[in-house]
């Protein structure tokens, strides 16, 4: 019989019970990485005060270290511990937090350099995940936590995600919170200029709800050039992230003469479900984000369908953007457009 592989390389699912938690934060504060559950999407936690924790995140991850880590707390009051802070960063929390909303201020010197790489300002979160937060405070550690996959892969929204994409690392053990409510990563907002904030990456966040509260526009980055990736990537104009294996094409729409045109092995992902065949017959080929085009419903469910599909052996998959500047179609836009990248 062929042996099988030692099941010790494959993280273990951990149910959310007091004496798994409590194990959970004893092994943190041992400087161990634990899969984690939170609102946006499942992360990789380690102490953030310990360079060597973090160390291990970056080794079982493949990311490169001049990626730098978000710092998550259990409460706002927190903050001071790892940033310094400032009037529109305390106003954003107290609007936001716990959520899907990133700060981006000046660090703390206790903060060791490989979570920011190298930088002198520091990213931070409460998150919205009850769970996340409880490990959080039983550990009495801030936690530095990326998405918990492989560098580049599609981010993970089930801890069975987390525990198939993180095999053979040293991650021992994943805490399952259930399907992750949100499904994109947070909104990041650098506010080391408070009067001058900036929106590094769209979220789950809507960044006209962030203007609202600061009472001052946010500057965004120069659209994606877009155009260059729908229908033909073209190599090397954005960064590739979150990306399934499969090839996949980007259309600003997928209507029914676009669909006539799908090959018997290719796949789309639709955002809303497509008007039933006349003989009632479902097309496998089709899958669709949502009933009616509902952008949290589709950003909910967005990274496993990719991993689905991915999963499934189509040779190309093709997906279709959501328009406008609105809620969560630019977080949702941005996931596409870096899936589909060539480089
Ligand atoms: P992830 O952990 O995959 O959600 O990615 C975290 C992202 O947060 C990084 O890729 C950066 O874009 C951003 N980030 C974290 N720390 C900083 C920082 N100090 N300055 C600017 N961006 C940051
Ligand atoms: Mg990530």
């Known amino acids: 019989m062929p042996a099988s592989r030692p099941s010790a390389s494959r993280p273990r699912l951990l149910r959310p019970t007091p004496a798994n938690l409590t194990r959970l934060a004893a092994a943190l504060r041992r400087g161990e990485i634990v899969g984690v559950p939170s609102e946006t999407v499942y992360g990789l936690a380690a102490d953030a005060l310990s360079a060597d924790a973090c160390a291990r995140i970056f080794e079982a991850k493949g990311r490169p270290t001049t990626d730098p880590l978000i710092v998550h707390l259990a409460a706002a009051r927190d903050i001071a511990r790892v940033a310094l802070v400032n009037d529109a960063a305390l106003a954003l929390a107290s609007a936001f937090w716990p959520g899907p909303l990133t700060l981006v201020l000046p660090k703390r010197a206790e903060v060791p350099d490989i979570v920011t790489a190298g930088k002198p300002t520091v990213a931070v979160r409460v998150p919205a995940h009850p769970l996340f937060r409880r490990l959080i405070r039983a550990s009495g550690r801030p936690l530095a936590a990326p998405s918990a996959n492989p560098f580049g892969y599609v981010s993970p929204t089930t801890a069975a995600h987390v525990r198939d994409g993180l095999a053979g690392t040293s991650l021992r053990a994943v805490l399952d919170g259930g399907e992750c409510s949100v499904g994109v990563e947070s909104t990041i907002i650098d506010l080391t200029r408070p009067r001058s904030p900036r929106l590094l990456r769209p979220g789950g966040l809507a960044v006209e709800e962030i203007e609202r509260v600061l009472g001052l526009p946010v500057a965004r980055p120069r659209p994606a050039r877009l155009a260059?990736?729908?229908?033909?990537?073209?190599?090397?104009?954005?960064?590739?992230?979150?990306?399934?294996?499969?090839?996949?094409?980007?259309?600003?729409?997928?209507?029914?003469?676009?669909?006539?045109?799908?090959?018997?092995?290719?796949?789309?992902?639709?955002?809303?479900?497509?008007?039933?065949?006349?003989?009632?017959?479902?097309?496998?080929?089709?899958?669709?984000?949502?009933?009616?085009?509902?952008?949290?419903?589709?950003?909910?469910?967005?990274?496993?369908?990719?991993?689905?599909?991915?999963?499934?052996?189509?040779?190309?998959?093709?997906?279709?953007?959501?328009?406008?500047?609105?809620?969560?179609?630019?977080?949702?836009?941005?996931r596409l457009t870096r899936a589909a990248a060539r480089s």
Do not use: C, N
């Not at 990736?229 to 590739?240: D, E, F, S, T, Y």
């Not at 980007?250 to 290719?266: G, I, M, N, S």
């Not at 909910?300 to 189509?314: P, Q, V, Y």
């Open 228 to 334: 260059a990736h729908v229908a033909a990537p073209a190599p090397g104009m954005l960064a590739r992230h979150y990306s399934p294996r499969t090839p996949l094409v980007l259309h600003p729409r997928l209507d029914a003469a676009a669909l006539a045109r799908l090959a018997p092995d290719e796949a789309a992902l639709l955002l809303r479900r497509p008007a039933a065949s006349h003989d009632g017959v479902t097309d496998p080929r089709l899958h669709a984000l949502s009933a009616d085009g509902d952008l949290r419903e589709i950003a909910r469910r967005l990274f496993s369908a990719l991993r689905a599909l991915d999963a499934a052996g189509w040779r190309r998959l093709h997906a279709e953007l959501p328009a406008g500047a609105e809620g969560l179609a630019p977080a949702i836009r941005d």
